[in-house]
């Protein structure tokens, strides 16, 4: 406000702001523009835009290095370039928000007054996004590197690049690591028109496995894969992966060796979801003689596989008797949970872990109230280690809320529920499939409770939510096809309904076989409804009853065998 009786002007420049620059966003272009006249506007606007463009904001050094872009040979030039940098953060400073070593806009109107001045192109936005993502490529392996390098191929659309990345077994491991899982599936459904996540896995690894020397990096990545392929209901395909990082283990490390029980979990599991029960229970015995001979009979690293041996004992095969196999199962389970409560103390997680398998074996016993007990007292161990917000809690707000709805204790099941969905909805948005699994639980209370005007935008919602994150064709889709149909046949648009669930069938049969549980609760579901459209009492009374025989084996293979000879029983009489 020095000379040229500029004070003089101030009161009459103030003045003036309400018409020339009505809103915060005009105002913001004011600052630009001033920028500009001091640093250039192609500087201004670099810098500008490449913040706007990072995902999660850009450090000042980064931003420096950006802008000396191509300048790498030229010192003096480069000098320069990072010195503009610094000028244009200095003047941008006040209205710029800290987040750990990055900035970002602390204001909406500045973002976007930055975006319809600097990035209303959208090849010019592709074209600052490679160069972006060029710079974090030339970086080390790190985080940083990590949460830009592909979210910037994406947006960019560079499929290819991003394809390599994403199967570079190293990297994947990293991101897996990291709990990007959910963003690397949505990375490979975006660019599904032009690659297999599937195919392009086992591709890569049978090369990797072939031209690697043996070790546990090897492994490791193999795993990885399989992780992600299992994640997205490739059963298959991750079986193959996982059998793979078991025999890389093997080479590496011998058949004893406590890594090799690891790998022997993750391929049961995967066997144990493909109906294989003889073999996932062969593999998770054999994981467990591993690690109680390794650490011992009483060492809490033995918990994992006592509880992988419970689950796959749930499951019937046809040699032995269920309720001994019932028996057994419980009886590892109060192991696991003696183990880690003289090991971790009362109130450790893993305590939660094993209470919450325990429900599943006192409800294949027929011990509602048990059943109801254990989930509770995992829900307090978690809620006491945690606290009542955090995200992993979530997990167990779900197990009760689905069992207080089978035994129609709807109020306390729809609040648990919804505590569910307000944590999982704060901490991974509206569109994730943590989301979607707590919105599909509480619609489905919401319809038993006889609310379906309720529940119904829910069960669309997670529809929705699975179809974007897994795929179209994931089982976990069929799921929600199937609650869908069951809420529009109570509410009589049966034609509609019938869709939902022979689209259930179909991605359920293609991926699992038709004597996958959900198929057959499926086809018990449509049978139903079509022998309610039937003219005779003959021909309901004998759809009802294949209904029924249906329902007991969907039960059985779940590991309910007191609940399916309830519906044998029903079925007989």
Not at 1 to 18: F, Q, S
Not at 51 to 63: D, H, Q, T, W
Request: one cysteine or more.
């Amino acid at each position: 406000l020095g000379g040229n009786d500029m004070h003089l002007r101030v009161a009459d420049i103030i003045a003036r702001l309400p018409q020339q620059y009505p809103d915060a966003q005009s105002l913001f272009v004011w600052v630009l523009e001033r920028l500009e006249d001091g640093f250039g506007r192609e500087s201004v606007a670099l810098w500008c835009s490449y913040l706007a463009l990072g995902r999660s904001g850009m450090s000042s050094e980064e931003l420096r290095d950006l802008l000396a872009r191509g300048a790498e040979e030229q010192p003096a030039r480069r000098d320069e370039a990072r010195k503009l940098a610094l000028r244009i953060e200095r003047g941008l400073r006040r209205y710029l928000l800290r987040r750990g070593a990055q900035f970002d806009f602390l204001h909406g109107e500045l973002r976007r007054a930055v975006r319809e001045r600097y990035l209303d192109d959208e090849s010019a936005q592709a074209r600052l996004r490679v160069a972006m993502a060029d710079y974090f490529e030339g970086h080390s392996e790190s985080a940083r590197r990590d949460d830009e390098l592909p979210w910037q191929l994406a947006k960019a659309q560079r499929w290819g690049r991003l394809r390599g990345l994403l199967t570079d077994l190293r990297a994947l491991k990293r991101l897996l690591d990291a709990g990007r899982k959910y963003e690397v599936l949505a990375f490979w459904h975006a660019m599904s028109h032009e690659y297999s996540m599937a195919d392009e896995y086992q591709r890569v690894c049978h090369e990797y496995a072939g031209t690697m020397g043996h070790d546990g990096v090897r492994a490791d990545g193999l795993a990885a894969a399989g992780e992600l392929l299992w994640t997205a209901a490739e059963h298959h395909g991750a079986g193959e992966l996982f059998m793979l990082a078991l025999d890389a283990e093997v080479a590496s490390s011998g058949e004893q060796a406590p890594a090799v029980a690891e790998r022997q979990l993750s391929l049961s599991t995967v066997l144990l979801a493909a109906s294989n029960v003889s073999e996932a229970e062969s593999l998770a015995r054999a994981a467990l003689h591993v690690q109680q001979s390794a650490f011992g009979p009483e060492d809490p690293r033995t918990t994992k596989a006592l509880n992988q041996l419970a689950n796959c004992l749930l499951r019937p095969v046809p040699t032995a008797r269920l309720h001994a196999r019932v028996l057994e199962a419980y009886e590892l389970l109060c192991q696991a949970l003696a183990i880690d409560e003289a090991s971790r103390g009362p109130n450790h997680p893993d305590m939660a872990r094993d209470a919450n398998n325990m429900a599943s074996v006192l409800a294949a016993m027929g011990r509602p109230h048990e059943v109801e007990r254990s989930l509770r007292e995992a829900l307090r161990i978690v809620e006491a280690y945690w606290g009542r917000h955090h995200v992993n809690i979530a997990v167990s707000l779900n197990n009760l809320g689905v069992r207080l709805k089978r035994m129609w204790k709807h109020s306390d099941a729809e609040a648990l529920l919804r505590r569910a969905l307000e944590i999982d909805e704060r901490v991974f948005g509206p569109d994730h499939p943590d989301t979607g699994r707590d919105l599909g639980n509480l619609g489905m209370v919401l319809q038993q409770d006889g609310r379906p005007l309720e529940a119904e935008p829910m069960l669309r919602r997670v529809l929705q939510i699975d179809e974007a994150a897994l795929g179209p064709d994931h089982p976990d889709v069929a799921v929600d096809h199937h609650n869908l149909a069951c809420l529009l046949a109570d509410t009589e648009r049966r034609d509609e309904a019938e869709s939902h669930w022979l689209r259930a069938i179909a991605i359920v049969e293609a991926a699992r076989g038709e004597a996958d549980p959900t198929a057959l609760r499926a086809r018990t579901a449509l049978e139903k409804s079509r022998a309610q459209q039937r003219g005779t009492e003959q021909e309901r009374r004998a759809a009802a009853i294949e209904s029924e025989q249906l329902l007991g084996r969907s039960l059985m293979m779940q590991g309910e065998p007191w609940s399916a000879m309830a519906s044998f029983r029903k079925a007989e009489s």
